[in-house]
């Protein structure tokens, strides 16, 4: 299990620079959901799908507030083996089974965990959030978005 190689994916991380008349104000998104693609789209259509997705942001609900967008800025990262969401990780099936997913995800995070009490002291080391335990993770997620995207999601 140790020599199997994963495939990995490109990651984006997109923040939203704004303005809700008390100066200048960011907000980072990757967290809550990774712009993880399984295919390179390229930073001008990673812009174009962040400038779609300002509108409808989970965190700008309180819709009495006005927030003015000032900009959105796009970096592309390093390919992934899998994101971290909020309290979840994500890949793509790309022909695995649940069961190569799951060995997939445990190789990730037996590389990291040993990092995690000290993750300001490695600038490079992804969080896991909580997955180094793994009776925390859930079965993969079977909704029918992620069946559509063939997105793989492990919950945590
Ligand atoms: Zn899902």
Redesign the pocket.
Known sequence: MDTATDPVFPLYSVTFVFDRGEGTETETTSLMRPWLFETDPGVAEVERQAHEAWPNLTWRTDTHVVRRLVRIEVTRKDDVPWALAWFAHQTFRAGRTDAELRDSFERYVRKWERYQDDLSNNPGVPCLMGAEDRWRWQPL???D???EKG?A?IAH
Request: proline share 0%; net charge neutral.
């Open positions: 997620c079977a909704c978005s992620c069946a997105v999601l």
